[in-house]
Structure formats: C-alpha cells, structure tokens
C-alpha cells in the first residue's frame, strides 16, 4: 500500500464507549477487524475524559482542530494540548504521519448508522461515496456553521466521521460495536482500493447539507420552556413537514413546526434530533437538504493520492 497511514480514532468524546471498547479488541486481537492490509494507527482521542467518562474536561476536544486554538501558545486547556499531540504524533507531518484520519463516534440520537463530512474536499466525498456504495449509509455534510468549527478530521488531508446511534452516553452496546466496525471496515476496503487505483464509485453520492439548527423554547433564564415532541424522537433522516408536532410543554400543549419558506421547501430532513451533548451548545436538531451528486473522476482521483499525503515514514 505504498507509504500510507491510517489513524483511527476513538473517544474524541470520552464518553462515548462503544469506539474505544473496540479499539481494546483489536489491539488485543488484531485479527479481529478486517484492515485491508492497510497500516492503522489507532488512538483513544481524549483519553483524560475517557477515564473520567465524560465528554470533555476544559474543551470540547472535537472543536479544538481549528488554526487559530493550535497556534495559540497562551491556551492551556487539556484538550487544545491533547489536539496538538495528535497533531505531533499521527498528524501529516508528525512523527508517525497519517493520509487519513477516521473518528469513530456514537450519538444519542436515532442516526443509525452514518457518514459526517467537512466540506467538500474531492477525497472526502470520494470516500463516502464509496462506503455509501458498499453500506447504504446516509451521509450528513456539515459546513456553512460558523458557530461549529475545529472538527478532529479537518486537519489530516482525507478523513470523516463515523456515527452510529442511538446509544446512551457511557454505554457499550453490541449493536453500535457492529455496525462501527462494518462501516470502518468499509472505509478501509474502499482507501484500499483507491490506494491500488481499482476503486469504482458509484454514479452518485446522496448527501444531507447542513440548513440550519433548532434550540428548544427557552425562558429568560436559559431554562428549557418546552420538550422535541415525542412524536418527532427518533425521526432522523425522516422529512419534517409544516405543521408537524416540533415542541412538547408541560401543559399538554403542541407547538407545530413552523418553518419560513425557504427552509419548508429545503431544508425538511432533521438530524441529530435530541443529541443529548448539544444542549449546552444550543441545538435540539439540525436540519439539512437532500441532494444528488453525480460523483466526478477527480474525486477517486484525490482520493487514490492518500498513501502520499502524508510525510515520509
């Protein structure tokens, strides 16, 4: 496979336990995952909040990847020094540099199985094309949130996310372990094939843009003032049309979704729905719009230069 790297990570958040319970596996037993005779380098992303099981200590570590934090030398907090780390030891141009970097992450929310891509980089659509091909798995393209910024995969030349839910927060479930491991194992067949210029991608890629997101109802004192609706949990992926059940307050009544009309003929596709991590961050759900792709040549193009990406060993 030429010079390439994989980094594999898990527990970016540190409680999410189902990636890192894994990664014990195959560490222990290597002949458990399926690597497609790649070279994976696997990490615990935030092993402090892993042992203490919660998401993060000081920062969320998952919005720690952005120029401006890594380069700031006055900025101490754990997880800002545990990104550069990464950064020093597996990133491109670090001791031992990675291509790619897969972070492996479980939601509270009915996700499923999924793919989340930054951007629009060729070799990242490249590569959920190809897993999309191989699984079926929905794919959710962030971009265009200010508010939302620093993501881990960012800052390796090819990588993406892998969401699998719902599962509850410092929970291993056999469930989430198998389809994390497909969905990975997917991942590497297809950087497999890039890297031995035999990938085929599909004639298009199905992908959910990132619209906008919802908070809840709140009182003057940042008090939650109405509950997602139960009729609208576990919806992900499923169109939100106006006038369906949005809110839940205590008195029994509904407020119905009531979008401006911009967003009602776009933007109808809600993900993430009750995250329970995204409420300090001010989202009840996302919403995106569905779009086609055709794939283009120049995406298995980029993608099939990943083993190169990377410094040498």
Known sequence: MGQGRVLVVAATHGNERNAPWLLEQWRARPELLNAAGLDLQLEIGNPDAFAAN?????????????PELLADASRAEREVQRARALLVAHGPDGEQPCGVALDLHSTTSAMGNSLVVYGRRPADLALAAGIQARLGLPVYLHEADAAQTGFLVERWPVGLVIEVGPVPQGLVAAAICRQTQLALEAALDTLAAAALSTLRLPCHLQVHLHHSSLDLPRHPDGTPAAALHPQLQHRDWRPLEPGDPLYWRADGTTLAYAPAAEAASLARWPVFINEAAYGEKGIALSLCRREIWACQPS???????????AGPL
Do not use: S
């Not at 919660?54 to 952005?66: A, K, V």
């Open 299 to 309: 995406w298995a193009e980029a993608l099939g230069c990943w083993p190169q990406m």
């Open 54 to 66: 919660r998401r993060y200590l000081d920062r969320d570590l998952n919005r720690c990847f952005t």
